[in-house]
């Protein structure tokens, strides 16, 4: 997914992790968490508006600009619960570091990549590290501040990596328009080695003491799920359906159903199934796959019809999003206060609605390159279906559980978005495909896709409408 703006639930994994016995420093944690997310935060934004170029230089079809990014989502979207486990066991400053460490030393490899295998390798080691980093900064997060710090300090984390978010598409595209496409992952580095810095100096070590044993099997089978469903999503959008193109498919299929049985019967699972019992907590679900779907893939291909289509360069098309993401990190405080004056059920059919109506603007005026009429509108109204819809969707999930399970809530929905997102991004090959040559052809399958996106975003808003409780408090 392409990701302007934090996934849902971020602030339940630091309300969900207990403080550490020993104070830490604060002000170090603080600035090494914030870096340490912002690498995935300007990572999942910046590289989408290299995408062209790098399909222009290293060569490569539709597919190929696919793994790019799916390589990253897919690890990341399978491995973010496991992550968060092996930080709660083996210790969340120590895993952290490992995934710094690993995600920066990927970052070079991308940078380097001589040919498109290589970065897309490269970017599958990026996830991995991603998976360890992101849930293991929130958790060191939660654990050095006490109750009464956390509300400041989740505020200033969130406004900071807000902030990544928003300058991630403009600098890749600057980068990318300046310097290179590669220096838009070898600017890792410097942040890797100052939030590694940070946190060494002012974090304690902490555990959770009650968990259990990592899910690796659960992960992997997972894993091994969710690449064979994607790449046969991808094969199929790129070059039609064949036997392979099934059998991977329903081996894909098979794979998930095999996780399913594995979490029934795991010690320690990954998702605990329970959680679903519940309709306002599947609803919630239900409503983050659709939503965050629409939005990784219009995301997706946005910068190809700028770039491709009407001759942005990758700065302008970076700046584009700008207001986008700036309308998320100013309406989602906002909207949580208001969630909790007319209720989550309103303001999940509201957001998720007006979204619907932005991906249609987006759609209707396709074919006007400018930007103050063409693609602002559109934008505009998407940021606000989406401010309106994030911090409620997070109140939805929380409040559909008892308080023993926020952690395990907050990293289902989580994975969840990023999930929706990997799989949007597979089916782009249906919009890129036929649009190779630009143009007319572009411009008619990117209208598709947009409706497509206005269509489950719309499904969303009657999901939030029929599934949400007018009081999500299950348990408390």
């Not at 486990?85 to 969340?92: K, P």
């Not at 992101?134 to 300090?153: I, N």
């Not at 952690?407 to 991004?425: F, K």
Request: with cysteine; glycine share 14%.
């Amino acid at each position: 997914m392409s990701q302007i703006g934090a996934t849902p639930c971020d602030r339940g994994v630091v309300a969900a992790t207990e403080p550490a016995a020993k104070p830490a420093s604060g002000r170090l944690v603080l600035a090494g968490t914030v870096l340490g997310s912002s690498l995935a935060f300007i990572d999942g934004s910046a590289v989408n508006l290299t995408l062209p170029v790098i399909q222009r230089q290293l060569g490569g079809d539709a597919a190929g600009a696919q793994w790019i990014m799916n390589a990253y989502a897919l690890m990341l979207g399978a491995l973010v619960l496991a992550g968060g486990a092996a930080a709660d066991r083996y210790g969340r400053r120590r895993v952290f570091v490992v995934g710094v460490v690993l995600f920066s030393a990927a970052s070079a490899l991308c940078g380097a990549a001589p040919d498109l295998t290589l970065l897309i390798m490269a970017r599958a080691l990026q996830g991995v590290g991603a998976a360890l980093l992101v849930p293991a900064s929130l958790a060191l997060l939660g654990a050095s501040f006490d109750e009464e710090a956390r509300g400041r300090a989740v505020g200033v984390w969130a406004g900071a990596s807000g902030l990544m978010s928003a300058i991630g598409p403009v600098l890749g595209g600057w980068l990318t328009d300046v310097v290179s496409w590669r220096a838009v992952f070898l600017i890792n580095l410097p942040l890797a080695v100052l939030a590694v810095g940070f946190i060494l100096a002012g974090a304690r070590e902490s555990r959770e003491p009650a968990a259990g044993p990592v899910d690796w099997r659960g992960a992997a089978c997972a894993t091994l799920g969710l690449s064979a469903l994607t790449w046969s999503l991808t094969q199929a959008s790129t070059a039609g359906a064949s036997p392979v193109v099934w059998g991977l498919g329903a081996a894909g299929a098979f794979m998930l159903a095999a996780f399913v049985h594995i979490e029934r019967r795991a010690t320690s699972p990954m998702v605990p199934l329970e959680l679903f019992q519940g309709p306002a907590f599947s609803g919630a679900n239900l409503l983050t796959l659709l939503l965050y779907a629409a939005f990784g893939g219009a995301l997706f291909l946005l910068p190809f019809q700028l770039i491709r289509v009407h001759g942005y360069p990758a700065t302008e098309a970076g700046a584009a999003l700008l207001p986008l993401s700036i309308s998320l990190a100013v309406l989602s405080p906002i909207s949580g206060v208001l969630s909790g004056r007319i209720g989550v059920r309103a303001m999940l059919t509201i957001g998720p609605l007006l979204a619907a109506a932005g991906f249609a603007g987006l759609a209707w005026s396709a074919r006007d390159g400018a930007y103050w009429t063409g693609v602002f509108p559109g934008l505009a109204v998407l940021a606000l279906g989406m401010g309106v819809a994030v911090a409620p969707l997070t109140d939805a999930v929380l409040g559909a559980v008892p308080n023993a399970y926020e952690g395990a809530a907050s990293g289902v929905n989580n994975a969840t978005a990023r999930i929706g997102g990997l799989m949007a991004v597979a089916l782009a090959g249906f919009v890129l495909a036929p649009g190779e040559a630009g143009g007319e052809s572009m411009t008619q399958a990117y209208q598709a896709a947009m409706i497509a996106a206005a269509c489950a975003a719309a499904a969303a808003g009657l999901v939030g409408a029929f599934a949400m409780r007018p009081q999500t408090s299950a348990g408390r």
